[in-house]
């Protein structure tokens, strides 16, 4: 995925003294040099609300001025995600925190998100969950009731933990169940903290097509 090409089409949406915010994911040092870079080649001056601490050092390194969330709503926000509908809901799976994640996108009064995949008639049902380390299997025994679920581990077989400690629990939707239903209900289950299936709350998509190396933008 060409960074750099993203980090200059959302560039372009910043404006002067916009609050702007960029969801976890593996590679956001390398997408954050970009965007400081041409910020400053632009002479705009913006600030970022970091969704870790990771972030957080990474800015503080770029000397870039930080400001929490408890001050200032987001006025532009990014998020790399897995698939995109139709009508802009969302998947994301690489995250460090969907709690962050989820109020950084509630948040934003411009979130984009990237994909590398053009819009999709139905969302996958492949959905990830952050919950709560405390009786961890009950959590995935309920979830059951969704559909297949179970906590996700690295390849050495250790259980993988978000930023603030929780562990990833990963869920294969059943077929006969909405996922606006289970958006809205699975919460309900004790242990659930949030969920990576983001509904109704992108007003932007960046599809980047590496075949042709360029990015197709759509808007609500």
Known sequence: ??????????????????????????????????????????????YFVPTSSRQAKILHDLSQDMISLNDKEID??????????????????????????????QSALNLVVVSTKDLVENLDTDIYLEISTFAWQRTVLN??????????????????????????????LDHNISLEDFESSVRNIPGVLETGLFIGLAETVFIYDEKQDKIITKTR
């Open 76 to 105: 532009l926000a990014i998020e790399f995600v897995d698939h995109v509908d139709s009508f802009f809901n969302f998947i994301k799976k690489d995250t460090f925190s969907f709690i962050r994640d989820k109020m950084i996108a």
């Open 1 to 46: 995925m060409n960074l750099e090409l993203i980090a200059i089409n959302f560039v372009k949406l910043i404006k002067n003294n916009n609050i702007i915010a960029v969801g976890g994911f593996e590679k956001e040092k390398i997408f954050l040099e970009y965007i400081v870079e041409k910020v400053k080649n632009l002479d705009l001056k913006v």
């Open 143 to 172: 979830l059951q009731s969704y559909g297949l679920a179970r906590v996700v581990k690295d390849l050495d077989g250790d259980f993988i933990k978000t930023e603030i400690g929780h562990y990833l629990a990963r869920l294969t």
